[in-house]
Nanobody, 119 residues
Framework: QVHLVESGGGLVQAGGSLRLSCAASGSSVVINAMGWYRQAPGKQRELVAAITRYGSTNYTDSVKGRFTISRDNAKNTGYLQLNSLKPEDTAVYYC?????????????WGQGTQVTVSS
């Protein structure tokens, strides 16, 4: 079974930055598309940013110009750089990936990491 392990969340003041990481466990895995989602209290989970295996990206309008999604295929790891953070960015952030492994294909989710932005 393939797992995604997230790290990098925390508490930051408005205007600050954080970098989230999402690493796939297991050997001989290939990550296809990867996305970062977030869910704030009382709200639905929303897609924040996505990246294809070959590096094409897209972002939700509210984070364009502030967040950057990237990946390192050799490390099977994805990243989300969060700059110019705002209190409304406060949420639990989840990574999601379409993963090919020896045992099959998986739609995997990370465990979530809390991002809290204080005003």
């Amino acid at each position: 079974q393939v797992h995604l392990v997230e790290s990098g969340g925390g508490l930051v003041q408005a205007g600050g930055s954080l970098r989230l990481s999402c690493a796939a466990s297991g050997s001989s895995v290939v990550i296809n598309a990867m996305g970062w989602y977030r869910q704030a209290p009382g709200k639905q989970r929303e897609l924040v940013a996505a990246i294809t295996r070959y590096g094409s990206t897209n972002y939700t309008d509210s984070v364009k110009g502030r967040f950057t999604i990237s990946r390192d295929n050799a490390k099977n790891t994805g990243y989300l750089q969060l700059n110019s953070l705002k209190p409304e960015d406060t949420a639990v952030y989840y990574c999601n990936a379409d993963i090919l492994a020896k045992a099959g294909r998986y739609d995997s989710w990370g465990q979530g990491t809390q991002v809290t932005v204080s005003s």
